[in-house]
C-alpha cells in the first residue's frame, strides 16, 4: 500500500513527528500514526500540512494581474478595474477560458492549493446569447480543474442585473440567465449532464452575485435553489454598495440578506469588509462562514474587515485569491493576520494554527468538501510538504511556518495520494510559468 513519511506534520491535534500517512486504493487516507518509514515510503520534506482550499476564485481575472494600475498618479479605482475586467470576459470563449483556466488551475497547485472554489458567472456567447451548450463554459472550467489535478467546487452565479434597478449592459450580458428560473434550469442541466458527477473531484453549488446584481424580490428563490450545497455571495467589498443597498431597501447588504432567508450555516459571505456591529452580530448568529481575499482587498483598496469580531461572533474564517493578484495561500493567511494588526495596533489576532485551519479544514468546509482539509483517516490524502529550510524559512519554529512561508517554499504536493506536483513544476503540464505566458498573451494578443 502507498505510504508518505513525514518528518513532521500538522496533524489534528498539532505539529506530531515522524508520521507515516497510508493511502487507500481510493486516495483516501487508510492510516495516520507515528512510525518509522517502510522501505518503499515516499519521504515528504520539511513540515506537511492539508491540502489549502482557495475559496474564492474569478480564474478570468488572472489575466489582469499587472495591467490595472492604471497610467497617471491615481492609479486607478476598483470601478476602472471593473472596466479592464469586463474587457477580458468579452475576449474569452470555451475553448480559451478551458486553456487560460487549466494553466491559472496549474498555478494554484504548484502553491499547494488542492482545492477550489470557482465563482463563476461568466456563462453565454457575446451579446448573452447561449452556446449550444449551455454550460460550455462551466464545463470548461470542471475540464480545466481535471487536466490541472485539484478538486473544484464549481459555485455557479446567478447574475440578473447590471446595479441595482439597472438592466444588464455590455459584457454583463454574457453573466444573465435573465431569472432565477432560467438560472435554475441552466444548474440543473448542469448537475444532470456531467458539471458533477463526470469526476470524483468536482461539485456543484451556488452563488449570489451580490446584491447589486440579484433583486430583492429573488433572493428566497436563491436561498431554497440547491439545499444542502454551498451558497455563497459578494458582500460589502465597497462602501458604494452599502450606499446603493441602503438606498434602496432601507438596509445593509447584510441584514437584506439574512431578511431573505440567504444567511445560514451553508453559506459563505466573500470579502465582508464594510460591516456594521449589527451586520457582525447577524453573520456570527447565522452560522455563515466569511472568506476574506487579504490580496485582492489590498490590491483593488477594498479596505479591511473585522475579521477577528466576524470569527469571534462564530463566523468560520477562509482564504480566497479572488482575482489573483497572488496566488498563494500562506501568504494570504499571513495578510489575514498583518491587516488585523493594522487595523487593531496588535499582534496575534490570529494564532498560526488559525491561520492554518482557514487555509485548510474551513475552506473546505465552505466549499461542500467537510471530510478534507485534514491529515486523518478518511480524508483524501492531499498533502503539501513545506519546506523548512529556505532563506524564508530556514530558522524558523516549524509551529510559526504560516507566518513566514510562501507559496515558493511548497516542495511537494499530493492529490488524492498522488503526486502532482514537486518544486514548483506541475506534473502533467510541467513549466506553469510558460503555460501562463502563452494563454495570457494569446488573450492580450
Known amino acids: 500500500m502507498l505510504s508518505y513519511w513525514c518528518a513532521r506534520a500538522w496533524l489534528p491535534d498539532g505539529l506530531t513527528d515522524g508520521v507515516l500517512v497510508t493511502v487507500s486504493d481510493a486516495g483516501l487516507i487508510a492510516d495516520v500514526r507515528q512510525a518509522r518509514p517502510r522501505p518503499e515510503s515516499r519521504r515528504l520534506p520539511g513540515v506537511v500540512v492539508p491540502g489549502f482550499a482557495n475559496a474564492h476564485s474569478h480564474v478570468f481575472h488572472r489575466a489582469l494581474r499587472g495591467r490595472t494600475h492604471g497610467g497617471d498618479a491615481s492609479g486607478g479605482t476598483f470601478w476602472t478595474w471593473r472596466e479592464t475586467m469586463y474587457e477580458v470576459a468579452g475576449r474569452l470563449d470555451p475553448d480559451s477560458y478551458h486553456r487560460l483556466a487549466r494553466a491559472v488551475y496549474a498555478e494554484m497547485v504548484v502553491a499547494g492549493v488542492t482545492c477550489v472554489g470557482e465563482f463563476h458567472y461568466l456563462h453565454h456567447g457575446p451579446n448573452g446569447r447561449p452556446y449550444a451548450d449551455p454550460n460550455a463554459m462551466g464545463h470548461a472550467l470542471r475540464q480545466a480543474a481535471v487536466d490541472a489535478g485539484l478538486r473544484l467546487t464549481l459555485l455557479d452565479t446567478c447574475y440578473l442585473t447590471g446595479g441595482i434597478g439597472e438592466p444588464l449592459d455590455g459584457v454583463q450580458r454574457r453573466f444573465g440567465d435573465g431569472s432565477v428560473a432560467g438560472w435554475g434550469e441552466r444548474v440543473e442541466k448542469l448537475v444532470a449532464e456531467g458539471g458533477e458527477g463526470a469526476d470524483a473531484t468536482t461539485r456543484i453549488g451556488a452563488a449570489v452575485h451580490s446584491v447589486r446584481a440579484v433583486p430583492a424580490r429573488d433572493l428566497p428563490k436563491l436561498a431554497a435553489a440547491l439545499p444542502g450545497r454551498p451558497l455563497h455571495v459578494h458582500v460589502s467589498e465597497q462602501p458604494a454598495e452599502n450606499t446603493a443597498c441602503q438606498a434602496a431597501y432601507g438596509r445593509s447588504p ?28 447577524l453573520l456570527g448568529s447565522s452560522g455563515a462562514a466569511v472568506c476574506c481575499c487579504p490580496s485582492t482587498e489590498a490590491d483593488l483598496a477594498d479596505g479591511l474587515g473585522p475579521m477577528r469580531e466576524l470569527a469571534d461572533a462564530g463566523c468560520r474564517i477562509c482564504l480566497g485569491s479572488d482575482q489573483h493578484a497572488v496566488v498563494d495561500l500562506l501568504a494570504e493567511a499571513r495578510a489575514l ?102 494563454e495570457i498573451g494569446e488573450l492580450w494578443a
Request: hydrophobic content about 40%.
Open 337 to 438: 493576520e498583518h491587516g488585523e494588526r493594522l487595523r487593531s495596533g496588535h499582534r496575534g489576532r490570529f494564532t498560526p494554527d488559525e491561520l492554518l485551519r482557514a487555509a485548510t479544514v474551513d475552506g473546505h468546509a465552505a466549499l461542500g468538501w467537510p471530510e478534507a482539509g485534514r491529515i486523518s483517516a478518511g480524508a483524501p490524502c492531499d498533502l503539501v510538504a513545506v519546506r523548512d529550510d529556505t532563506v524564508r524559512t530556514a530558522g524558523a519554529s516549524p509551529d510559526q511556518l504560516p507566518l513566514v512561508a510562501s507559496g515558493s517554499d511548497v516542495a511537494t504536493v499530493v492529490v488524492g495520494g498522488r503526486v502532482i506536483a514537486e518544486d514548483g513544476r506541475h506534473a502533467t503540464l510541467g513549466d506553469v510559468g510558460a503555460l501562463l505566458a502563452r
Open 254 to 281: 447584510v441584514a437584506l440578506l439574512h431578511d431573505t432567508g440567504v444567511l445560514s450555516p451553508r453559506t459563505t459571505a466573500v470579502h465582508a469588509t464594510h460591516l456594521s456591529a449589527e451586520d457582525v452580530a
